[in-house]
């Protein structure tokens, strides 16, 4: 009985493929019902708007129903447990959804889980206010990791940061001899409501998200396809759009059921108490009178860590989804509960051990970072549509809460660099997400006085970590741009050859629908690789402007890396017949920006070369690859800077550096042709250059100190014989450094 009132929703149900209806699925649809005709594909916003009101009061009057005979069935003593044991069972026969492919005919359709998420929410309601503390005295971290509780978390849940034989061990010491009778109603309810909202609410979002975006595919596809009246295509094209209308609606309908006010408010305040549940687990139990403080006690607990990742990864997910749709949402006092639950545990390592999750944190937290009207942009895929001046009770927390300021940009930095390596199967892909994120709220960051000093304390208090993070910057600009860089030409090319209407209309359909498909990808991915490599370089080009923040991009590991990937950029950027073979006839189309990308390269290059007009102009001189090759990449890029009215002091700075690095290149050229008969004991035997810092490698080798700190930034092995290594297992060799550098002196004194 339960189950078929639980199944009632505007959400219609699927069983195998959304274009497929199924004989099994209730009737009637609603989104035929809402959505007649093209009221959804033609895009009548207000027709939308008014079926999703209606949606929201039926759902409502609903959901007030379905708790109502929940709630007087556990008032009876009898009927109680079984109750518990019916919710908790249609959770665990619903583990089906935790899968990124479920098997539709295994599992319970989004209709029924949220209509159970929304009911156990109500069941909620009396304890969800973190200030009147109903709840602390019942909740009972161990009911999770008991497997003789109702909610038990399932097997194979990932926990915060407890392998699977510790969790066991932990278990059978802290968990089994407590008494499984005594959890109270309210901690079952409060972690059964934390699983329904996984595989309720959250799934559905996810099924939401795939249902546009295939709608978006089917449309495209047609668009691609040709002209609807073409005899050959016709049908197909009109079979597409069928399909496209069919996922819109659906989606439509499920956009109606989850963003209901209801629903979203009682969400809120289920992950207000959440967030406020984690630092008294993490502290044992109970708040601190003094207020919390930085950083957590170590080791952290295991009850802590027992926890499973989902609470953490669900609770970022909410503050994304209400950054997206609505921030007033959010009372003060739930912002100042979710800033804190950052401030605590984003740059906590030892806590929250998947840097994934920590990405998720910053994820939530750009959703409320204001942007430019330029970001502001469909094809910026993580970026809202709109940002509601709601916002500015969260910007206001990021720049006022003292842990925050004291520890977010070190947090961020840390985070920069640990997501470089997970075992996630598309950590190459998520990882240009997540430092994307990291790199919007850093920039944000950067006007604020009190933040700003916090970035310099991290350049001061720990170089080498800020020089990985400066060397992976410099990485993924790279690699970013450089693919983009090497698919405008391909771009063009299929431009050229659609802009010969007669040769075109000649080539066959195939061929034609092949090469629309192709500029169609290269689209995509050159709005993401431009956008992506845009927010390295501003982050690049704002730490430049910093004297004391700079001072790492001299560093040893990564000077010449630095200038030499610069250069590379402007050889692409500057020489004729490269810019020629950049030029597209709709470069907005595929986020290309040239000008504005020359003028972020200049300002890198002057910036850098104003801290140090020396040692930049020397960087750029051992350049052989790009700047050595062709040195007039630099009149070029004056020339062009001149034609675009750059800013003067800019000009002046790359003016002096052409001249600088001009005067570097000979006295190179002298110091190669006064050492070039070293010995070959003084010569680095990778770089084959002669050292001036020699180290020995835990393998016996001998290199200069630069060579092995680059390789160690992206390797932490042995080159030689791939052990394990850090920079502290270098071994100083004073006694060949002494002979090296007196022997340069002999033969400078040689050649005077």
Not at 22 to 43: E, H, I, K, Q
Not at 65 to 82: M, P
Not at 479 to 508: F, K, S, T
């Amino acid at each position: 009985i339960l189950g078929a009132a639980f199944g009632i929703s505007a959400i219609p149900d699927v069983m195998e493929s959304p274009v497929m209806r199924s004989p099994l699925a209730r009737a009637p649809d609603v989104g035929d019902g809402l959505f007649p005709g093209d009221t959804v594909v033609g895009g009548r916003h207000g027709n939308t708007r008014a079926a999703h009101q209606s949606m929201h009061v039926s759902l409502d009057s609903l959901h007030s129903s379905l708790h109502r005979i929940v709630t007087n069935l556990l008032k009876n003593a009898e009927a109680k447990g079984r109750v518990l044991a019916w919710l908790a069972a249609a959770l665990r026969v619903n583990k089906e959804r935790t899968k990124m492919r479920p098997d539709l005919k295994k599992a319970s359709t989004d209709g029924f889980m949220v209509n159970l998420a929304c009911v156990l929410l109500r069941l909620c309601r009396p304890f969800l206010d973190p200030a009147s503390g109903k709840a602390w005295a019942r909740l009972d971290v161990r009911y999770i990791s008991d497997p003789r509780s109702r909610g038990c978390a399932f097997e194979d849940d990932t926990r915060l940061g407890m392998a699977d034989s510790d969790l066991q061990a932990w278990v059978q010491e802290a968990v089994l001899p407590h008494d499984p009778t005594s959890y109270h109603f309210i901690c079952e309810c409060f972690f059964m409501t934390a699983n329904a909202l996984r595989l309720g609410v959250f799934k559905a979002i996810e099924n939401m998200k795939d249902i546009s975006r295939t709608a978006r595919d089917w449309d495209r596809e047609a668009d691609l396809a040709g002209s609807p009246d073409d005899p050959t295509v016709g049908p197909r094209i009109r079979q597409m759009k069928r399909a496209a209308a069919r996922y819109k609606t659906i989606a439509s309908c499920m956009s109606g059921t989850l963003h209901g006010r209801v629903l979203l408010d009682d969400i809120i305040a289920y992950y207000s108490l959440l967030a406020a549940y984690f630092p008294r687990v993490a502290l044992g139990g109970a708040a601190p009178s003094s207020g919390f403080s930085l950083p957590l006690p170590s080791p952290a607990p295991n009850e802590f860590l027992s926890l499973p990742e989902y609470f953490v990864e669900n609770l970022c997910e909410t503050l994304s989804w209400i950054g997206y749709l609505d921030v007033q949402l959010l009372s003060p006092a739930a912002v100042e509960q979710f800033m804190l639950f950052f401030a605590l545990f984003l740059g906590s390592h030892d806590y929250v051990k998947n840097p994934y999750l920590r990405g998720k944190m910053v994820a939530a937290l750009s959703s409320y970072i204001p942007r430019d009207d330029d970001m502001m942009d469909e094809s910026n895929p993580w970026a809202r549509s709109h940002l509601s001046s709601g916002s500015q009770e969260v910007t206001a927390m990021i720049n006022a809460h003292p842990l925050v300021i004291q520890h977010l940009v070190k947090a961020l930095v840390l985070l920069f660099v640990e997501i470089e390596r997970t075992d996630r199967h598309n950590a190459f892909y998520e990882k240009f997400n997540t430092r994307y994120q990291i790199g919007e709220v850093m920039v944000y960051l950067w006007d604020h006085p009190g933040h700003r000093e916090a970035w310099k304390r991290v350049v001061e208090d720990d170089p080498k970590l800020y020089v990985r993070f400066v060397n992976m910057m410099i990485n993924d600009s790279q690699h970013l741009l450089q693919e983009a860089l090497e698919a405008l030409p391909e771009v063009r090319d299929i431009e050229l050859r659609m802009a010969d209407q007669d040769a075109w209309r000649a080539e066959p359909a195939a061929t034609r629908e092949e090469l629309l498909q192709q500029l169609d990808r290269h689209r995509r991915s050159l709005r993401s690789d431009f956008e992506l490599s845009t927010i390295y370089l501003k982050l690049m080009e704002l730490t430049s402007s910093d004297p004391g923040i700079c001072t790492r991009f001299f560093d040893v590991q990564i000077r010449d890396r630095q200038a030499r990937i610069l250069d590379f950029f402007l050889r692409y950027m500057t020489l004729p017949a490269e810019r020629k073979r950049l030029k597209l006839k709709e470069p907005e189309k595929y986020g290309w920006k040239p000008r504005e990308l020359l003028a972020s390269l200049a300002q890198i290059h002057a910036n850098i070369f104003e801290a140090d007009r020396e040692q930049w102009s020397a960087a750029v001189a051992a350049d052989t690859d790009y700047y050595g090759t062709d040195p007039s990449i630099l009149d070029h890029l004056i020339a062009i800077l001149t034609s675009l009215n750059t800013n003067p002091a800019v000009l002046r700075s790359i003016q002096d550096l052409r001249a600088a690095a001009i005067e570097a290149v000979k006295n190179t050229a002298k110091d190669d042709e006064n050492f070039e008969d070293a010995p070959e004991e003084f010569e680095d035997p990778l770089s084959c250059r002669l050292m001036k810092d020699p180290v020995k490698l835990p393998s016996g080798q001998v290199l200069d100190r630069a060579t092995i700190l680059q390789h160690l930034l992206t390797d932490n092995r042995d080159p030689f014989s791939r052990a394990p290594m850090t920079e502290d297992d270098l071994e100083e060799m004073p006694e060949l450094r002494q002979r090296i550098h007196a022997w340069m002196n002999e033969m400078n004194e040689q050649r005077k």
